[in-house]
């Protein structure tokens, strides 16, 4: 396998781990590893279900195999992918999007027997309008539907907004938005529907990046508005629980987000503007470099058909898992987090950084 700079900061941090992985990699397509490290994890949590079984307390949720779900920016290739694989199987999707045209295009890649069950819906969660309107049509939709329908199985929050910046840079204003779209939206959208998803004892969903895992320069903003909402959503579990309300989150890493069906990432992605020229001749090189590094990323992903898989494990298994790190840098980067100290990253980030500036 080559071995590219990031490689091998990897390397720097990891190597006897990272000689393993590659070996492994070497014998086995990626797809492959994913699957069994997925099926290991997924023994162990139901194995975990069943130990507490042992001594009375029952840890799996009423799974449905029909009902309705919402997804929030489900314009997003992962978002996108998971509303056509759960209308495929029959879920009525509730798809909230920023412009309804994609939406549409949505439902050309479904099949016309199924093109029924995706509902577009208008969902900037910023706007409360736009959520009280959400919650009318669901309401409206189940008053028409048969009984069987007439659940709200889960609501999978996959909007979110990249943003990228020294934090110098970042404007009160810009700092406001990101938090307001990234975490104060899913949120408002979830109270929302508690209702209807304590009636069905149905499920919340919440999508993060492992960027929010390591500090790494350029994506502070965004990281803090995805570890706010991870840190809610850990808190909600805790709160809903009583209700039979599974709570999940799923964290991927490099997720191939080139589709069909949803806006290109670099349509949604922002960058700070209002950098000083000062600044703007202070972070270039760091700007430069980040932008090289997350290139580097971008040509290690797995597919999104991987990440759509955990989301829907989460939404239909028995026995969801609390946390789902999709990929194996997600799951190396949580690794790390724990194994080095603040110092040793940094470091290793640093030498990643120049490195890509050469
Ligand atoms: C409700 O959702 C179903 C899809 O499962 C759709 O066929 C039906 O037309 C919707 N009804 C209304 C009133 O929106
Ligand atoms: C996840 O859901 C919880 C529960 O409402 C919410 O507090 C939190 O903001 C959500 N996080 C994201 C990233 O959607
Ligand atoms: C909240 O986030 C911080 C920082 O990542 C973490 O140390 C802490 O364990 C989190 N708390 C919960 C309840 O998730
Ligand atoms: C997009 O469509 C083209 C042509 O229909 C196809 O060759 C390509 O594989 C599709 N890409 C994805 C990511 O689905
Ligand atoms: C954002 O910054 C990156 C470098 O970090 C650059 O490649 C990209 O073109 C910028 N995008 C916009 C919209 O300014
Ligand atoms: C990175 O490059 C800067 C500027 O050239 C240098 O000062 C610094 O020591 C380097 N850091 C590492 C960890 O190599």
Redesign the pocket.
């Known amino acids: 396998m080559a071995r590219n700079s990031s490689y091998s900061f990897l390397y720097l941090l990891f190597s006897p781990l990272i000689w393993i992985t590659s070996k492994v990699y070497s014998i086995l397509p990626t797809t492959d590893i994913l699957i069994i490290v997925e099926a290991l994890e997924y023994m162990f949590n139901n194995l975990q279900v069943f130990l507490f079984s042992l001594v009375g307390y029952d840890l799996k949720f009423i799974s449905y195999d029909h009902g309705s779900v919402l997804i929030t920016g489900a314009s997003s290739a992962i978002g996108g992918s998971v509303a056509i694989q759960l209308a495929e199987q029959g879920y009525t999707v509730f798809a909230g999007v920023n412009a309804l045209p994609d939406a549409h295009r949505l439902k050309t890649f479904i099949s016309p027997k199924n093109h029924h069950r995706l509902i577009p819906l208008l969902l900037d969660v910023t706007n409360q309008n736009h959520i009280q309107h959400a919650v009318q049509t669901v309401l409206h939709n189940f008053s028409q539907a048969p009984e069987r329908e007439r659940q709200l199985v889960g609501i999978i929050n996959c909007v979110g907004m990249p943003f990228d910046g020294p934090l110098e840079t970042i404007s009160a204003q810009d700092w406001t938005h990101i938090l307001q779209v990234n975490t104060v939206g899913p949120f408002a959208v979830i109270s929302a529907f508690m209702d209807l998803l304590r009636e069905s004892r149905g499920r919340v969903i919440n999508l993060s990046s492992a960027n929010t895992m390591i500090a790494s320069p350029i994506h502070g903003v965004y990281s803090a508005s995805k570890q706010a909402l991870e840190n809610a959503t850990h808190t909600l579990r805790n709160e809903v629980f009583r209700f039979g309300i599974s709570v999940s989150l799923i964290i991927y890493g490099a997720v191939d987000t080139s589709s069909n069906f949803s806006r290109p990432i670099v349509e949604t992605k922002r960058n700070s503007t209002n950098f000083t020229p000062k600044q703007e001749t202070l972070y270039k090189p760091l700007v430069k470099s980040v932008s090289i590094i997350d290139k580097e990323t971008k040509e290690h992903t797995v597919e999104a058909s991987v990440a759509t898989r955990a989301i829907v494990h989460a939404l239909t298994s028995e026995t969801p898992k609390s946390r789902y790190l999709v990929g194996i840098d997600s799951k190396l980067t949580r690794l790390f987090g724990w194994v080095f100290s603040d110092r040793v990253l940094d ?1 290793a980030y ?2 990643l ?2 490195q890509s500036a050469q």
């Open positions: 470091l640093q030498v950084v120049n």
